[in-house]
């Protein structure tokens, strides 16, 4: 095992070591099929003039979709966002939803668009999604719905949600922007609830470049949202319902079913590249690998560390500080979670008093990169630069604090984002490395 070529802290780039990469490696680069397939799709869609407005690539895509998830009906959109936000008012939510905190702002900002209240409720610290005892707590007069997210990829708990949403009278929908690809009970994720959203957004592990669907069973709440997306016309001069442009256009389908013939290939790299950060992470203390359960269908696309600072001895920010030195870009998802970011911190500044395992794990997590852009050889580095640090825990805490001076660590990283653009390959440099 690689271990940041020795084992001296010196080596470390932040101390004045070179970085271990020249081009930094992110969390969330595209996996890319195969170009000529998607060029080809491309020139086929200018030849016949048809880019948007359910052209044959849109239709198509559903179909193939519908086909892998063994749900009846997908409509495709231009993103998981407004697919949520579509589904939200398809189904008719109003007044209050219980979501979790720990998710991307979408799930929460989807029914706040729509002047609808996210309650935001605990997580189960084994699974990080919503603790089904804790939902039932949350729920009051107003409460029309439940949206539970299927963090990581990993299903929530389906039985007990529907169980509450059922005797409660309560809609049920699933966030599933992580979850494509991936099964419950060997049931694919999508035939869930009232409807399941998906995202194939550019980082995510399967992308349309940007783009999503709504996934249900129910044929009449699909063909509302059919309409719903395209402004609610149900004829050529007809409008029945309040409508949206929630369309996916060709260009998106076109990269979404060449996406679709490496399906098997994004996964089965994510998987090797899980097995070998679970093995190269193994027995490091205070260091847990998020698993996953490989006797499901899975897309292992998020690898997420739960890091224990009074173990390692180094704080969550600081190992991130270290890794962006080395020009690999790990992120904290989803710190600090909605309800400490706008509107939510301003409308409700102590509803993190009821989210005591959400506080917790968001000072915990941090994602590594994954997929078709990265390989063995760098997993090892990362691996290893993270093994380094924490057998040196107390030497690199003392020497970060030195380096900062007092500032403050993510506002240090803030800045590298904004000054040397964060989105570009450059290698980053870390002015307090060449003190
Ligand atoms: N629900 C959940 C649970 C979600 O996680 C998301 C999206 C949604 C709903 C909403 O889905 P969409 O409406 O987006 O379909 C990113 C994504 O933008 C977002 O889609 C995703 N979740 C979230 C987890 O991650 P940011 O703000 O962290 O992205 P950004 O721009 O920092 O990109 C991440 C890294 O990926 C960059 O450092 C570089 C790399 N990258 C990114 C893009 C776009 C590339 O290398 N190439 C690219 O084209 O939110």
Known sequence: MLDNQGNSVDRLALFGGAPAFGERLHVGRPNLGDRDRLLARINDLLDRRWLTNHGPYVEEFERRITDLTGVKHCIAMCNATVALEIAIRAVGLTGEVIVPSMTF????????????????????????????????????????????????????????????AQRRNLKLLYDAAHAFGCS????????????????????????????????????????????????????????????????????????????????????????????????????????????????????????????????????RDELMYILWAENVVARRYFYPGCHRMEPYRSYFPHSGLLLPETERLVQRVMSLPTGTAVGEWEISRICGIIRTAVEHGPEVHERVARLLDGQDIYSVLESLRHERALHSDAALELVPATR
């Open 105 to 164: 702002i979408a799930t929460a900002h989807a029914l706040q668009w729509q002047e609808i209240t996210p309650v935001f409720c605990d997580i189960d610290p084994a699974t990080h999604n919503l603790d089904p005892r804790r939902v039932e707590a949350m729920i009051t007069p107003r409460t029309s719905g439940i949206i539970g997210v299927h963090l990581w990829g990993r299903p929530c708990d389906v039985d007990a949600l529907a169980e509450i």
């Open 184 to 315: 419950h009970r060997g049931r694919m994720i999508g035939g869930f609830g009232d409807a399941e959203i998906f995202s194939f957004h550019a980082t995510k592990f399967f992308n349309s470049l940007e783009g999503g669907a709504v996934v249900t069973n129910n044929d009449d709440l699909a063909a509302k949202i059919r309409l719903m997306k395209n402004f609610g016309f149900a004829g050529l001069d007809d409008v029945i319902y309040i409508g949206t442009n929630g369309k996916m256009n060709e260009v998106s389908a076109a990269m979404g079913l060449t996406s679709l013939e490496s399906l098997d290939e994004f996964i089965s790299v994510n998987h090797r590249h899980y097995k070998q950060y679970r093995h190269e992470l193994a027995g490091i203390p205070g260091i847990r690998l998020t698993t996953y359960d490989e006797s499901e269908k899975c897309n292992y696309q998020y690898i997420v560390l739960e890091i224990d600072a009074a173990e390692t001895q180094v704080t």
